[in-house]
């Protein structure tokens, strides 16, 4: 790990013991990995849709462009991603 990137998980531990809300936490995270993780265009969360757990809905995000506001969890990256509980990266 990093030193940016080590200095980002202690923020995110920071913000996790003082926000009042997972949405909160998840707004103030997306946020910074924008500001801070200048390589990606774009940082979020797709959460579970609690009324059908078939599909992805999009949570809090930050960046350049609108994402899909809804996915089946059987397709592209992030459903592919959600339905094995991995992000993809090695390591």
């Not at 990256?77 to 959600?82: R, T």
């Not at 339905?83 to 390591?91: E, Y």
Request: charged share 15%; proline share 4%.
């Amino acid at each position: 790990m990093t030193p940016a990137q080590k200095e980002l998980l202690q923020e995110f531990q920071d913000f996790a013991k003082t926000a009042s809300t997972a949405q909160s936490l998840m707004e103030q995270m997306t946020k910074h990995l924008h500001e801070k993780m200048t390589r990606y265009n774009w940082t979020g969360f797709y959460l579970v849709d609690p009324a059908d757990s078939n599909y992805l809905i999009v949570g809090p995000y930050a960046g350049s462009f609108t994402p899909n506001a809804r996915i089946a969890l059987h397709s592209g990256l992030c459903g592919a991603a959600a339905t094995s509980a991995r992000s993809g990266r090695a390591g």
